[in-house]
């Protein structure tokens, strides 16, 4: 399976439309993307491992991939979709929201291991809009525990890396904890009152160098998770040396932060 050609990156950069408004909204998305700019320049290097990884997704996911089971290539398509979507947040330098999609990623990849071999499984979750009751078979069958459970009995090593990183997420932004608005607000005062602001766009924070960070950290963990898949195993084979380096590199650069090594 692949993504689809409207998908996939487009050559130019289109300009801003003459009837572009302005509003609080247009102000918002003009912000984001001018940090992305100011990312690349910035912080050039992780941005290049960002593109690396993103490209080993796409040399993994090619239409070969779909000779096999259905499901497990769907969810590997989900798992890249929100590793993207996790990716323009974090270099748009929208840090609290990155989490939300590295959660999103690492239960799609989840997801792909679970159903893998498994015609069980796969009815149980094909049938969840036929009834209530099937809704409420497949949130029993297809819990965190459940699916980690199953990676655990393929790789106990992988599963606590796996377990950890999804721990991380929900702490940093994937559900609205303590350490997710701790790192992102912003105290402020004028001449009547103090103030906190959350700060939606962290553009040169940390807190904006460390999404990325884990972008490529939990990235490299989704994308060798897909290798238990029968018909991901084998492409995943020409990029495992390229993952392992990209791996290594944000492992270094993780060293002594929350995070730690996966």
């Known amino acids: 399976m692949e993504e689809t050609p409207d998908n996939k990156a487009s050559v130019s950069v289109p300009s801003v439309p003459a009837d572009w408004p302005a509003s609080e909204l247009t102000a918002f998305l003009d912000h984001g993307r001018s940090n992305v700019f100011a990312t690349f320049v910035r912080w050039p290097r992780e941005f290049g491992l960002l593109s690396e990884l993103n490209s080993c997704f796409v040399a993994v996911l090619q239409p070969e991939s779909s000779v096999g089971q259905l499901l497990p290539g769907l969810f590997a398509l989900r798992a890249q979709s929100a590793f993207l979507a996790a990716s323009t947040c974090a270099l748009s330098g929208q840090a609290l929201d990155t989490y939300l999609g590295l959660r999103g990623s690492l239960e799609a990849a989840l997801y792909a291991v679970f159903v893998e071999g498994s015609p069980q499984r796969q009815t149980v979750w094909l049938s969840r809009s036929e009834s209530s009751s099937a809704r409420a078979k497949v949130r029993r069958m297809f ?9 655990r009995e393929l790789s106990a090593e992988e599963a606590d890396s796996v377990s950890h990183l999804y721990d ?19 105290r402020r005062s004028d001449e009547l009152l103090d ?17 990325m960070l884990h972008c490529i950290q939990i990235g490299c963990v989704v994308l060798r998770m897909l290798r238990h898949t029968a018909q991901h195993a084998a492409l995943y084979g020409r990029v495992d040396a390229r993952v392992a380096a990209l791996q290594a590199k944000v492992e270094r650069d993780l060293t002594g932060t929350r995070s730690g090594p996966a």
């Open 195 to 211: 103030y906190y602001k959350l700060q939606y766009l962290a553009g040169g924070t940390t807190a904006h160098h460390d999404a």
């Open 168 to 186: 991380l997420t929900i702490e940093l932004g994937a559900h609205p904890n303590v350490d997710a608005f701790s790192r992102n607000l912003e």
């Open 143 to 151: 819990t965190v525990r459940s699916v980690l459970g199953h990676l």
